[in-house]
């Protein structure tokens, strides 16, 4: 399992091929899209259950708990990076066997940030060239790459939560369990 971001992502092009169109023009864009996201990793959080931490792909892969620790870690470990600081509770221990110890420091670790970003950061910093990770590109990047790093592994999550027979709530609509429910109310 990765402990630390460094040397992760060091690849030809990094800087260039992030976020596409869709950048951060000020701290209250990047806040807004930060707390919505936050919070659908939030309602996957809540549902794990300790029972579902183990599910794992394959063996020596991502299991559930590694994964939701590891998108707890990014929360921190991202704005880490670029000099941004806050007290976040212990990430270098092993993966907690609490899903609710767990969901509870992504909890506190998006709140603590969330705080953070809007004290340390300004509409004129977005545009600062910082360098992540081997690559160098604009602050703005940086929490865009964060938000695509926390949905990418937010999908694998769901996956496996499916395969631990948890109920996935919905992500960006509904999940396929609510649209059955939404279809028994109407009939």
Known sequence: MVKSFEGLIKIEGFAQSLGGDEMFMSVNDFLNEWKQEA?????????LTNESLDQEVSPGLYSVGSLAWHIT??????????????EVPDLQKET??????????????????TQAFSEQ??????????????????????????I???????????????????????????????WEAMNAQKS
């Open 121 to 146: 950061i300004t509409d004129e910093t977005m545009n600062k060239m910082v360098n992540l990770f081997g690559g160098d590109m604009p602050l703005q990047a940086v929490f865009r790459l964060l």
């Open 39 to 47: 919070a659908v990793t939030q309602k996957l959080l809540d549902v």
């Open 73 to 86: 870690g990014s929360a921190y470990y991202f704005p880490a990076q670029v000099g941004i600081k806050f």
């Open 148 to 178: 695509q790093h926390q949905a990418h592994h937010r999908g694998q999550l769901t996956v496996l939560m499916r395969q631990a027979d948890l109920k996935v709530p919905g992500v960006y609509g509904p999940s396929k369990e609510e």
């Open 96 to 113: 907690p066997k609490s899903a609710a110890e767990i969901s509870e420091t992504y909890k506190t670790v998006s709140q603590r940030f």
